[in-house]
């Protein structure tokens, strides 16, 4: 289904042009309002934000659109993603909103809804907010005795934290641990330390000091390097990146490694497979999980579903096939026991809890499999179709067959720029980068 306003993830944009302005902003609050108004309660809309600059501006706006629409605003402020999804269902609310463009930098922000049960919108209903949106919202202004009213709600941020500390098991704490925590100047500045620190956990905390536009700059999920080097001199037990947002996040072990999502989702579907409460028979994972955590899951007869890239792809497979766990390799990780969205920091308490019950090492704990050795490389083309060329699909299918059986390959169009991604992992490193480099090279000589 083609969409104007909304892409893959809700609407984002550049700050102050396209569809990403205040005017727009008020028009989609009022269209949704609209859209999810349902008899004659009052109607409820959640609105958070992360720490850009430019949330002020939306913040406002978009609750215009919303009161006019007859709909009662909770503002919260700063807080996670995961934070919207949980709001919504725990006040009934029949929308939320979270002001982010997650791990963007800060002159870049956008707009992600969530349904009455929490979810993402559908394709649909995102329709229909555009239909609204480009028919004139004029015609669903609601009179004045039906105006709703917009309130700052203060109690948001503890009922995120009892619920994020709720999720881990009875009778585990964290005493003895220490933990750095990097927030990417985001929305769990303030959440994200409180709930290691409840918990028991010694917190050295960075990224925790916004100024409105040091979102995601060389921190965070995106940028783990300080982070990691943070852990080795303070002699940390583990280390959590969270982005913008906080629905997702990178760790690293105690010698500073990067543990990626793909480690992440082995290592808590693996122990909720051995406690039997790993559902569906497995997890959900994008075609971009790699191929060790497939082999990974197999030797524990754990099966591994593969979707396109995209927390909404693995959200849905899971919804439709029973499974609690999935997410992607970048750091989405959705457990759908807790949470209808990926959430970075119930993820990693998962992970601290099973560090405290096994009395490991993170480096033990979290490293489950070996990679594959994986290469991914981008090919800008200018207009058209270059997979569509004979020359491209001859040399695709020259390399899945040399990987059948020992390998992956993955040619996609990128769904937000004009990019070719050309993914291919195996055993042999020497191959993959040939297969790929050959791909890209006959890509480029017709892009």
């Known amino acids: 289904m083609s969409r104007k306003y909304f892409g893959t993830d809700g609407i984002r944009g550049t700050v102050n042009q396209g569809y990403m302005t205040p005017d ?168 994200a330390p409180k709930v290691l620190w409840e918990l028991g956990a010694e917190v050295v905390a960075m990224g925790v000091q916004p100024n409105g536009f040091n979102i995601n700059e060389d921190c965070g999920s995106t940028h783990p390097q300080e982070m990691c080097d943070r852990v080795v001199a303070t002699g940390a037990d583990l280390g959590i990146a969270l982005d913008g947002d906080a629905d997702r996040l990178i760790l690293c072990d105690e010698k500073g490694r990067v543990i990626d999502g793909d480690q992440i989702m082995a290592l808590i579907a693996l122990t909720w497979h051995k406690k039997g409460l790993l559902k569906g028979g497995g997890l959900v994972a994008t075609v971009m999980s790699n191929l060790g955590l497939e082999r990974c899951l197999q030797a524990e007869g754990i099966k591994l579903e593969r979707t396109q890239v995209g927390d909404r792809n693995v959200v849905e497979c899971m919804r439709r096939d029973g499974f609690n766990v999935g997410g992607e390799q970048s750091g989405h990780i959705i457990l759908s026991d807790f949470s209808t969205t990926g959430d970075g920091l119930v993820s990693a308490l998962q992970v601290l809890a099973e560090i405290v019950r096994s009395g490991k090492l993170a480096s033990k704990v979290c490293r489950l499999f070996e990679p594959v050795p994986q290469l991914l490389k981008n090919v800008r083309y200018n207009g058209g179709d270059p997979l569509s060329s004979a020359t491209v699909q001859q040399a695709i299918e020259s390399a899945e067959n040399a990987l059948e059986g020992k390998g992956r390959l993955l040619v996609r169009k990128s769904g937000t720029e004009p990019l070719v991604r050309v993914m291919a992992e195996g055993d042999d490193q020497k191959q993959i980068t040939q297969l790929v480099d050959g791909i890209c090279s006959e890509i480029e000589a017709v892009a």
Do not use: W
Request: net charge neutral; proline share 4%.
């Open 24 to 191: 727009i902003a008020m028009r989609v609050g009022l269209a949704a309002g609209r859209t999810f108004t349902r008899g004659d309660h009052v109607h409820r809309v959640v609105i958070a934000k992360d720490t850009r600059r430019s949330g002020y501006m939306f913040e406002p706006a978009l609750a215009a659109g919303f009161v006019a629409a007859g709909m009662d605003v909770f503002m919260v402020g700063p807080m996670p993603t995961p934070a919207v999804a949980m709001l919504v269902k725990s006040l009934r609310a029949d929308l939320g909103v979270m002001i982010s463009a997650s791990h963007n930098p800060h002159y870049d922000n956008g707009l992600k809804f969530f349904g009455p049960d929490g979810y993402k919108l559908s394709d649909a209903q995102e329709a229909k907010i555009e239909e609204y949106v480009d028919n004139g919202v004029n015609d669903i202004l609601v009179g004045a005795e039906r105006l709703g009213r917009a309130t700052r709600m203060e109690d948001a941020r503890g009922r995120y934290i009892e619920f994020a500390k709720s999720t881990v098991p009875a009778g585990v704490t964290f005493d003895g641990l220490k933990v750095v925590v990097d927030c990417a100047h985001g929305a769990a500045y303030k959440v």
